[in-house]
């Protein structure tokens, strides 16, 4: 079984930056690949950033491409968003998720191939 915190969220101006942790328990957080999602209130969610689960690959929606990076720290349990340069269109609740174990080390990009979610930590960027 694996939980899955999110922390880090809060408002900040355009251009602003933000670190998201996901803070996971669970006796094999290494096994799984993990990703980052947000979501805007009566939207689907949508794909923001995915790393393997050895950490060796990402994948960025293209929206947040050089400005958002994603990574994890194995031995601490965490996974961490860190994002620059924000845009009010970044506004919405992030989701940090881990998806079921893959025999091949990649990014999984789709919602439906995530098992573990949770709570959501809100981002809120001003103009």
């Known amino acids: 079984q694996v939980q899955l915190v999110e922390s880090g969220g809060g408002s900040v101006q355009a251009g602003g930056s933000l670190r998201l942790s996901c803070a996971a328990s669970?006796?094999?957080?290494?096994?799984?690949?993990m990703g980052w999602f947000r979501q805007d209130p009566g939207k689907e969610r949508e794909f923001v950033a995915g790393?393997?689960?050895?950490?060796?690959?990402?994948s960025y929606a293209d929206s947040v491409k050089g400005r958002f990076t994603i990574s994890r720290d194995n031995a601490k349990n965490t996974m961490y968003l860190q994002m620059n340069m924000l845009k009010p269109e970044d506004t919405a609740v992030y989701y940090c998720?881990?998806?079921?174990?893959?025999?091949?080390?990649?990014?999984?990009?789709?919602?439906?191939?995530?098992?573990?979610w949770g709570q959501g930590t809100s981002v809120t960027v001003s103009s």
């Open positions: 790393i393997s689960r050895s950490g060796g690959s990402t």
């Open positions: 998720a881990a998806a079921l174990w893959l025999f091949a080390d990649v990014v999984v990009r789709t919602p439906a191939a995530y098992k573990y």
């Open positions: 669970g006796r094999t957080f290494s096994d799984y690949p």
